[in-house]
């Protein structure tokens, strides 16, 4: 069994559930995510992988159940726009606006929290300060992945690798204290899986908590601190990625792993 942290956990969710129409989707997950967790959630197709980071990052709205971050729980009055800073999300078909330039793409949501943030405190910080400031951050996350050359190309003129690790430097720039990745290989060519994977470890490795919905065994295997199993909307294994690979117990996960690795 996996040794819990003391402290309270950055994510909790309680009973969480999701249906659509007569289908449900998440049937009852309970789970703690503490801050600087790599929690790799793996499942076939239909699981709920991808509901459940969506009720997390409030795209979809729980039928039941309770979502807490950092001890606060989400209700109908909830920031969702303050809480979405905290929690950068990757989708799997990159989601960048086609008609704008790299940069604009990167600073759009940035720049927006930014104005969010000094209507609500009131700050006294001009709009061409901000717009400034997030400009010069965007290029040093740009030069980090080797794509600062890219700032004015359009979405359109990029590989599919270098539009997934622009998305990812897109989140990264609102400051989240966790990362959501939802298959964010899936859409990608074999060869550009890679260079996604290393920025993606990168992370991990300077201590992001992120939750990752892959059908990527092997990152699971090297960058999880922890892998969830989903069946049927529900989490069915809970373990570091030795016992989940190594000595798996339930039976339906067995089956999983047998046809997947």
């Given at each position: 069994m ?5 402290k ?13 129409g007569?289908?449900c989707v ?5 789970v ?14 239909g ?5 459940f980071l969506r009720?997390?990052n409030?795209?979809?709205?729980p039928t039941?159940?309770a979502?807490?971050?950092e001890?606060n729980e989400?209700?109908p009055t909830t920031d969702?726009?303050?809480y979405r800073k905290?929690m950068?999300?990757?989708?799997q078909?990159?989601?960048?606006f ?5 940069l604009k793409?990167?600073?759009l949501?940035?720049?927006e ?12 910080i001009?709009?061409?300060?901000i717009k400034?400031e997030?400009?010069?951050r965007?290029?040093?996350?740009l ?7 890219k700032?004015d190309a359009?979405?359109?003129?990029l590989?599919g690798?270098?539009?997934?690790r ?5 989140a990264?720039?609102?400051?989240p ?5 939802d298959?964010p ?21 300077e ?5 990752v919905?892959t059908?990527?065994?092997?990152f699971?295997r090297?960058?999880?601190t922890r892998v969830l199993?989903?069946?049927a909307?529900?989490i069915?294994?809970?373990?570091p990625p030795?016992s989940?690979f190594?000595?798996p ?7 999983f ?5």
């Amino acid at each position: 069994m996996q040794e819990k942290s003391t402290k309270e956990p950055l994510i909790k969710t309680v009973g969480l559930k999701k249906s659509f129409g007569e289908l449900c989707v998440l049937d009852g997950v309970s789970v703690d995510i503490f801050e600087g967790e790599k929690v790799v959630v793996i499942g076939p197709s239909g699981s709920g992988k991808s509901t459940f980071l969506r009720c997390l990052n409030r795209l979809e709205t729980p039928t039941d159940g309770a979502i807490y971050f950092e001890g606060n729980e989400l209700t109908p009055t909830t920031d969702l726009e303050e809480y979405r800073k905290k929690m950068g999300m990757v989708f799997q078909h990159f989601n960048l606006f086609p008609h704008l330039t790299v940069l604009k793409n990167i600073t759009l949501a940035a720049v927006e929290a930014r104005l969010h943030e000094k209507k609500k405190k009131k700050l006294k910080i001009s709009k061409r300060q901000i717009k400034a400031e997030e400009k010069a951050r965007a290029m040093k996350l740009l030069t980090r992945i080797g794509l600062q050359d890219k700032a004015d190309a359009y979405p359109s003129t990029l590989s599919g690798g270098q539009k997934q690790r622009i998305a990812i430097v897109r989140a990264l720039a609102v400051g989240p204290k966790v990362m959501l990745f939802d298959e964010p290989t899936s859409a990608l060519d074999p060869e550009m899986v890679g260079e996604v994977l290393s920025l993606m470890k990168e992370l991990a490795d300077e201590g992001m908590t992120m939750i990752v919905v892959t059908h990527e065994m092997r990152f699971a295997r090297e960058v999880a601190t922890r892998v969830l199993f989903m069946d049927a909307g529900k989490i069915v294994a809970d373990g570091p990625p030795e016992s989940i690979f190594g000595a798996p117990k339930d039976e339906r996960l067995k089956s999983f792993l047998a046809k997947v690795l």
